[in-house]
Structure formats: structure tokens, C-alpha cells
């Protein structure tokens, strides 16, 4: 069984991040988890440009920008984090490196950060830090562009959609979302998407394709019997991501969750695409 004993909430104090306090605070609720409020600053040279600033002056920017950003913390776990387990922490160096780096040394359970996407191609945009803690973090990260606009008051989950690959990392995948939907009493559904084939002119029969879909079909049916549960399985022909989260919106799903750990199965290509879903998701992502 996943433990969530922690949550880690790195911030920027931008309307991103308060989005995804909303998030990990409906998860903090319901788990009781201490919930790690971290804010990264960034070397000084990233502030600074091409100034020379040396000795005492240094040591004044420093401290300067330290002491900010501890109101600012304070500050923000009042304002959306109150009343739950927060310990506030600020690190300096490369974000991405030290919130992995954090999430590690801590056995964070789960990751809470927004994609930070900007402006009105948001939906193209995977923020450079969000990408390389996906790509480093061993614990779960939720993430989505609609942390932004999260719904007011407590997040809900009541619906929460599966997506596995049929490789290795399926069976993890679909056991945290499985825990997630029990927890909070949310249908679950499974999915897989089979790569479309274009098929030859001179091959007409198209039986290959039903043979790939029954074995696909089969993968999914050992995965929920192995798994202990009933759920609904979709299995559908198509590029990845639009086949996914087309079908977030179709069953109206608060959460999807992918998998991420793992080569490319034998039946689809979900781990390269899981930048894809991310951006293209109708809903928050958990990528496990």
C-alpha cells in the first residue's frame, strides 16, 4: 500500500502555486501528512546578470533574499495551508536538483507542483523544472495545467482514470490508483491506447490488428484480476495522448494517473508520451 506520510510543495508564490497548495492541501486533509512548504533560490547569478557583486555586498544579498522569502513562506502557509502539518524550508541552489534532492532524503510519498506553462499556449509549455522532477523524482508527482484554475474550496476526486502502457511498471501503476480511488471512494477506470498501424495496400486483412487488440485486452483483464479489483476497461486505437485523455474527458475523470517508470511496453508507448498527456490532460496527472 503507498504511504503519503509526506507531501512535498515546492513553491513560486504565483497563482500556479497557490493552485497546487489546493491540491496537495485536499490530499493533506484527507491523509494527514506533513506537508513540506519548500521555496528554491536560485544561485545569485541568475539574479544578478552580468553585475560584480563580491564580499560584504554578497553577503547582504543573501541574507536579503533569504529573509523575503521566509515571509513569503510563512506568509503563504497561512494563507492556503492552515490548520495542517506544514514545516517550511528554504533551499538554494538549481530548484529542479534540490527538490528531487529534498523528496529523496525526506521519502516524500508524493510531488505537488504546477506545470508552469505561461500565456495562452499553455497547453504546449511542460516547464523546464516540472520536466527534469519528473524525469528525476522515485515518488509520484501531480502536476497539471489546471492547477492554475483549480475549482474553488476543497479539490474533489471523484472520478480517476488509469492509463498503463502493458509494460513492466503497469502493475505499480495501476496499485497506486486503485489505493487513490478506494481512499477516496472515486470510480476507477483502466485504460490502454494500441498504436495505430498503417496497413499495407497490398495486406487488406486486418486480422492482425484484432490479434494485437485481444492480447492488449488480455494484459489489461491480469492486471485488475492481479490487482483485486472491478473496474471498467477501455481499450481504444489511436495516438496516446489523445486517446487518453480523450477519454478523461469522456468519464469526467478529477485525476489521471500514468505511469512513468518503465520502458515502453510491448502494446504502446505511454512513458514517451507522458509529456504529452501532461500537457494535453483535461485534469490533474499523478505520474507514478
Same mark, same amino acid.
Given at each position: 500500500?503507498?504511504?503519503?506520510?509526506?507531501?512535498?510543495?515546492?513553491?513560486?508564490?504565483?497563482?500556479?502555486?497557490?493552485?497546487? =497548495?489546493?491540491?496537495? %492541501?485536499?490530499?493533506?486533509?484527507?491523509?494527514?501528512?506533513?506537508?513540506?512548504?519548500?521555496?528554491?533560490?536560485?544561485?545569485?547569478?541568475?539574479?544578478?546578470?552580468? #553585475? /560584480?557583486?563580491?564580499?560584504? #555586498?554578497?553577503?547582504?544579498?543573501? %541574507?536579503?533574499?533569504?529573509?523575503? =522569502?521566509?515571509?513569503?513562506?510563512?506568509? *503563504?502557509?497561512?494563507?492556503?495551508?492552515?490548520?495542517?502539518?506544514?514545516?517550511?524550508?528554504? $533551499?538554494?541552489?538549481?530548484?529542479?536538483?534540490?527538490?528531487?534532492?529534498?523528496?529523496?532524503?525526506?521519502?516524500?510519498?508524493?510531488?505537488? #507542483?504546477?506545470?508552469?506553462?505561461?500565456?495562452? *499556449?499553455?497547453?504546449?509549455?511542460?516547464?523546464?523544472?516540472?520536466?527534469?522532477? !519528473?524525469?528525476?523524482?522515485?515518488?509520484?508527482?501531480? &502536476?497539471?495545467?489546471?492547477?492554475?484554475?483549480?475549482?474553488?474550496?476543497?479539490?474533489?476526486?471523484? %472520478?480517476? $482514470?488509469?492509463?498503463?502502457?502493458?509494460?513492466?511498471?503497469?502493475?505499480?501503476?495501476?496499485?497506486?490508483?486503485?489505493?487513490?480511488?478506494?481512499?477516496?471512494?472515486?470510480?476507477?477506470?483502466?485504460? @490502454?491506447? +494500441?498504436?495505430? @498501424?498503417?496497413?499495407? +495496400?497490398? /495486406?487488406?486483412?486486418?486480422?492482425?490488428?484484432?490479434?494485437?487488440?485481444? &492480447? =492488449? #485486452? =488480455? /494484459?489489461?483483464?491480469?492486471?485488475?484480476?492481479?490487482?483485486?479489483?472491478? &473496474?471498467? $476497461?477501455?481499450?481504444? &486505437?489511436?495516438?496516446?495522448? %489523445?486517446?487518453?485523455?480523450?477519454?478523461?474527458?469522456?468519464?469526467?475523470?478529477?485525476? !489521471?494517473?500514468?505511469?512513468?517508470?518503465?520502458?515502453?511496453?510491448?502494446?504502446?508507448?505511454?512513458?514517451?508520451?507522458?509529456?504529452?498527456?501532461?500537457?494535453?490532460?483535461?485534469?490533474?496527472?499523478?505520474?507514478?
Amino acid at each position: 500500500m503507498p504511504a503519503l506520510a509526506k507531501v512535498l510543495l515546492p513553491v513560486d508564490f504565483s497563482e500556479r502555486s497557490v493552485g497546487a =497548495a489546493r491540491y496537495a %492541501r485536499s490530499l493533506a486533509v484527507h491523509f494527514r501528512p506533513e506537508v513540506l512548504l519548500v521555496h528554491v533560490l536560485a544561485p545569485l547569478y541568475s539574479d544578478l546578470g552580468g #553585475m /560584480e557583486v563580491t564580499g560584504s #555586498m554578497l553577503l547582504e544579498v543573501y %541574507r536579503s533574499r533569504s529573509a523575503a =522569502a521566509e515571509k513569503e513562506l510563512e506568509a *503563504f502557509a497561512a494563507a492556503h495551508l492552515e490548520g495542517l502539518n506544514v514545516r517550511r524550508l528554504i $533551499l538554494h541552489g538549481e530548484p529542479s536538483s534540490k527538490i528531487v534532492e529534498l523528496a529523496h532524503q525526506e521519502a516524500v510519498g508524493l510531488i505537488a #507542483m504546477p506545470t508552469h506553462g505561461y500565456g495562452p *499556449f499553455r497547453r504546449f509549455i511542460l516547464g523546464s523544472n516540472t520536466a527534469k522532477v !519528473l524525469h528525476d523524482a522515485d515518488c509520484p508527482v501531480l &502536476t497539471g495545467i489546471h492547477m492554475e484554475t483549480p475549482p474553488s474550496g476543497a479539490v474533489p476526486f471523484r %472520478r480517476v $482514470l488509469c492509463a498503463v502502457d502493458l509494460g513492466s511498471h503497469s502493475a505499480g501503476t495501476l496499485s497506486w490508483a486503485a489505493w487513490l480511488s478506494r481512499e477516496f471512494q472515486a470510480p476507477l477506470s483502466l485504460i @490502454h491506447s +494500441v498504436t495505430a @498501424h498503417v496497413e499495407s +495496400v497490398d /495486406e487488406p486483412d486486418r486480422g492482425w490488428q484484432a490479434g494485437i487488440r485481444e &492480447t =492488449a #485486452m =488480455a /494484459e489489461l483483464q491480469r492486471l485488475q484480476s492481479e490487482a483485486g479489483i472491478e &473496474t471498467d $476497461l477501455i481499450l481504444e &486505437t489511436g495516438e496516446a495522448a %489523445r486517446v487518453i485523455c480523450a477519454a478523461a474527458s469522456r468519464v469526467s475523470a478529477d485525476l !489521471l494517473v500514468i505511469g512513468r517508470g518503465s520502458a515502453a511496453g510491448s502494446f504502446g508507448r505511454l512513458r514517451t508520451n507522458a509529456y504529452s498527456i501532461i500537457r494535453q490532460s483535461p485534469c490533474p496527472v499523478v505520474s507514478v
